[in-house]
């Protein structure tokens, strides 16, 4: 499935003053998100839920129900979206126009596909445990996952194709 836009039309940023340009950083903010977004698309009607997530470094993962909207759009669209945020301070202004609020966000755009093999499903669901609670180690303080409860869930990985970020930060007044 083909889509209309280039990489680099996918991720322009029409503020290049606020863009981030470097890859290290983004990967960086990807690791440290709690909560990611994921857009999905069927029949020219967008979807978006929010959900917990795991960057590997190359890859996304996240897990659903075995059956739901995200299963069935997924299985008929892979392309995917992602969105990560934080948002600073509330910016008052003198006129109603110049308001504004500080933030960061990262938006991925990518193909989601259901994990198939069993040790690459366990490893995605432990990075997603060990990314939460990170102070928890399997075996000591829980019972590792079990291959019942690891088929009882969809993991995808999103295969990622471009990214972009941006930032805007206010001087803060003395």
Not at 31 to 43: F, G, K, P
Not at 91 to 115: I, M, N, Q, W
Not at 127 to 132: F, I
Request: charged residues 30%.
């Amino acid at each position: 499935m083909s889509h209309p836009f280039s990489a680099q039309e996918l991720t322009a940023i029409r503020r290049t003053d606020r863009a981030i340009t470097d890859d290290a950083e983004i990967a960086d903010l990807l690791r440290q998100a709690d909560v990611c977004r994921i857009a999905t698309s069927v029949n020219d009607q967008p979807f978006i839920s929010a959900n917990t997530f795991w960057y590997d470094g190359e890859r996304i993962f996240f897990h659903t129900a075995k059956e739901g909207r995200t299963l069935t759009n997924v299985r008929q669209n892979p392309r995917v979206c992602l969105e990560v945020d934080w948002r600073g301070r509330w910016l008052p202004a003198k006129t109603a126009l110049d308001f504004s609020v500080e933030y960061t966000g990262v938006v991925v755009f990518g193909r989601a596909h259901l994990l198939e093999d069993p040790v690459e499903k366990e490893r995605a669901l432990q990075g997603l445990l060990d990314k939460y609670f990170p102070d928890l180690k399997p075996g000591i303080d829980y019972r590792p996952i079990t291959p019942a409860e690891r088929d009882q869930t969809a993991v995808f990985a999103v295969e990622i194709e471009a990214w972009s970020a941006k930032r805007k930060v206010a001087p803060q007044k003395g």
